[in-house]
T-cell receptor, first 116, second 118 residues
Framework: GAGVSQSPSNKVTEKGKDVELRCDPI?????LYWYRQRLGQGLEFLIY????????KSGLPSDRFSAERTGESVSTLTIQRTQQEDSAVYLC??????????????FGSGTRLTVV | AQSVTQLGSHVSVSEGALVLLRCNYSSSVPPYLFWYVQYPNQGLQLLLK??????LVKGINGFEAEFKKSETSFHLTKPSAHMSDAAEYFC????????????????FGKGTKLSVIP
């Protein structure tokens, strides 16, 4: 697609439920990132996928968080047993990762998750 | 580990005045540097980036930034603020991908919210 697409745009869930967030990157972009943006704070790195390499999961805050990506296409971020502190905007970005022109990331509009 | 510091969580300028948003990075090897803008309820949009070429980088909407290695800075400027510039601005850094450091993670500052007063 023309841009990075994220769904849903908004999600309200009850504490303890599982949620799944989806990211559809720009076609041909090999790298995909998930970030979390809590209210009034900067962006917090969660996980990075690059082609068929093992993902960098160093930013995942707990084992309740997991993410998958099939090849160079769609990625899903799953949060199990949601807690109120998980409330945030979850942003996905993709980039080409080749050549100097490829290092600007394109972000989606995010999924605003509210845990009640 | 890379860190990015944005001085001032909130900056107010008058319409037509100079915009200066400050960003400093911590890295012994000059990183790639980025400025993003986020309008309310929207994702981040890339304004400009420094990738070890020209130290003065021009971006969209009349913004520019200058990389100063001696000051480890990458401040964002615009000569004349417009009402439409009101947004949150994020500075970000990543390791030079050709440095061999191997980290592709983009590290963000905490953001600076710019208000433009009519």
């Amino acid at each position: 697609g023309a841009g990075v697409s994220q769904s849903p745009s908004n999600k309200v869930t009850e504490k303890g439920k599982d949620v799944e967030l989806r990211c559809d990157p720009i076609s041909g972009h090999t790298a995909l990132y998930w970030y979390r943006q809590r209210l009034g704070q900067g962006l917090e790195f969660l996980i990075y996928f690059q082609g068929n390499s093992a993902p960098d999961k160093s930013g995942l805050p707990s084992d309740r968080f997991s993410a998958e990506r099939t090849g160079e296409s769609v990625s899903t971020l799953t949060i199990q047993r949601t807690q109120q502190e998980d409330s945030a905007v979850y942003l996905c970005a993709s980039s080409l990762e080749v050549g100097v022109s490829g290092y600007g990331y394109t972000f989606g509009s995010g999924t605003r998750l509210t845990v009640v | 580990a890379q860190s990015v510091t944005q001085l001032g969580s909130h900056v107010s300028v008058s319409e037509g005045a100079l915009v200066l948003l400050r960003c400093n990075y911590s890295s012994s090897v000059p990183p790639y540097l980025f400025w993003y803008v986020q309008y309310p309820n929207q994702g981040l949009q890339l304004l400009l980036k420094y990738t070890s070429a020209a130290t003065l980088v021009k971006g969209i909407n009349g913004f520019e930034a200058e990389f100063k290695k001696s000051e480890t800075s990458f401040h964002l400027t615009k000569p004349s603020a417009h009402m439409s510039d009101a947004a949150e601005y994020f500075c970000a850094a990543r390791e030079d991908p050709y440095s061999g450091a191997g980290s592709y993670q983009l590290t963000f500052g905490k953001g600076t919210k710019l208000s433009v007063i009519p």
